[in-house]
């Protein structure tokens, strides 16, 4: 349990956005909300607040509905942001289920979803 913590820390360290690329300011705005719902995960994760988690797992899930991004409606994008979508709805069925290893393994999910897509946004090359 312990390393699932240290490797779901390590994970949030590498969820900044593909930074460099100029995002657009309504973009901008949304992923720091991501960014701060995340964050707000990992501290509801570290004191086991379930109805935290619950909080913020549905966060997570109706902010990756939003998107204002140029490309947001390509298939891979699509493709992404369901990926993100299905990870958050299991953080939040595992807070529902107080299933402490179930939330840390979604939060490391999460994490790796938005890695995931901002790959793939970056490798886009953002010709807007
Ligand atoms: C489905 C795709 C997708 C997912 C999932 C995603 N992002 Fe992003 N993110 C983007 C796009 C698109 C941009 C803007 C890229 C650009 O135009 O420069 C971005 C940019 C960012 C930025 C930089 C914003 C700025 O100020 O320039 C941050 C921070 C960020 N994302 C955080 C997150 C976090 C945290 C998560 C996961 C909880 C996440 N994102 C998940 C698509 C995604």
Request: hydrophobic fraction near 40%.
């Amino acid at each position: 349990m312990k390393s699932l913590i240290r490797a779901s820390i390590a994970a949030a360290a590498i969820t900044a956005g593909p930074v460099g690329y100029g995002a657009d300011s309504n973009v901008k705005v949304l992923m720091r909300d991501k960014l701060t719902a995340a964050h707000g995960l990992l501290e509801a994760l570290a004191t086991e607040d379930y109805a935290k988690l619950e909080h913020f797992s549905g966060l997570l899930y109706d902010l990756s509905k939003a998107s204002s991004w140029s490309k947001a409606d390509s298939p891979d994008f699509q493709y992404y942001s369901k990926s993100f979508q299905n990870a958050a709805a299991y953080v939040k069925d595992q807070a529902k289920a107080h299933n402490l290893e179930g939330v840390t393994v979604g939060y490391v999910r999460v994490s790796l979803e938005c890695v995931q897509c901002h790959k793939f946004v970056r490798s886009q090359g953002q010709k807007r």
